[in-house]
T-cell receptor
Framework: GAGVSQSPRYKVTKRGQDVALRCDPI?????LYWYRQALGQGPEFLTY????????KSGLPNDRFSAERPEGSISTLTIQRTEQRDSAMYRC????????????????FGPGTRLLVL | GESVGLHLPTLSVQEGDNSIINCAYS??????FIWYKQESGKGPQFIID?????DKRQGQRVTVLLNKTVKHLSLQIAATQPGDSAVYFC?????????FGTGTSLTVIP
């Protein structure tokens, strides 16, 4: 079946512009996560949703960053008034419903959106 | 904040040998640990996970060992193959927030 998809795959924007990054999780996946990954680094947690509820946004760097998932499926990460330091790979991951056994949820990552702010 | 770090940034092994990648974590409350493999240009791919109530878990050619006393995690890859060349990340979790380490680049020498 289809995996997590993200769009656009690449985004080049000028400083000060707003950008919206889209994530389409695997069908039926309840939890959705946003990460930012710098080159050579591991993913850095930004925020996550269970269904449409944003459960934790403590990883968002500042109030220019926001995320929504209004219908519990597709999510959008918005960065307002972009700055050069926002340039990074933004990755989305989703995980299925909790199965209530010893195994915890596995996160499936999308291909990412590479954002370059000039 | 939490820190999850890897001891070695790069590792080279001969094809067919076993590989061991180490990871240290700092949050004693972490109860879930994952190893991811990331190939160039791709997103992290789940390899294996382990809960804090276990100290060892085996998958296909991979074994994860957890030592909660010293907050150390390791990934063992048996009979390493060229396709295993990638960057490996460990991540720890408390609740639904996941923290990733810097990554170890594994190169398999044919």
């Amino acid at each position: 079946g289809a995996g997590v998809s993200q769009s656009p795959r690449y985004k080049v924007t000028k400083r000060g512009q707003d950008v919206a990054l889209r994530c389409d999780p695997i069908s039926g996946h309840v939890s959705l996560y946003w990460y930012r990954q710098a080159l050579g680094q591991g993913p850095e947690f930004l925020t996550y949703f269970n269904y449409e509820a944003q459960q934790d946004k403590s990883g968002l760097p500042n109030d220019r960053f926001s995320a929504e998932r209004p219908e519990g499926s597709i999510s959008t990460l918005t960065i307002q008034r972009t700055e050069q330091r926002d340039s990074a790979m933004y990755r989305c991951a989703s995980s299925p419903p909790w199965r209530g056994r010893g195994d915890a949820e596995t996160q499936y990552f999308g291909p990412g959106t590479r954002l370059l702010v000039l | 904040g939490e820190s999850v770090g890897l001891h070695l940034p790069t590792l080279s092994v001969q094809e067919g040998d076993n590989s061991i990648i180490n990871c240290a974590y700092s949050n004693s409350a972490s109860d879930y640990f994952i190893w991811y493999k990331q190939e160039s240009g791709k997103g992290p791919q789940f390899i294996i996970d382990i809960r804090s109530n276990m100290d060892k878990r085996q998958g296909q050619r991979v074994t994860v060992l957890l030592n909660k006393t010293v907050k150390h995690l390791s990934l063992q890859i048996a009979a390493t193959q060229p396709g295993d060349s990638a960057v490996y990340f460990c991540a720890d979790s408390t609740g639904n927030q996941f923290y990733f380490g810097t990554g170890t680049s594994l190169t398999v020498i044919p």
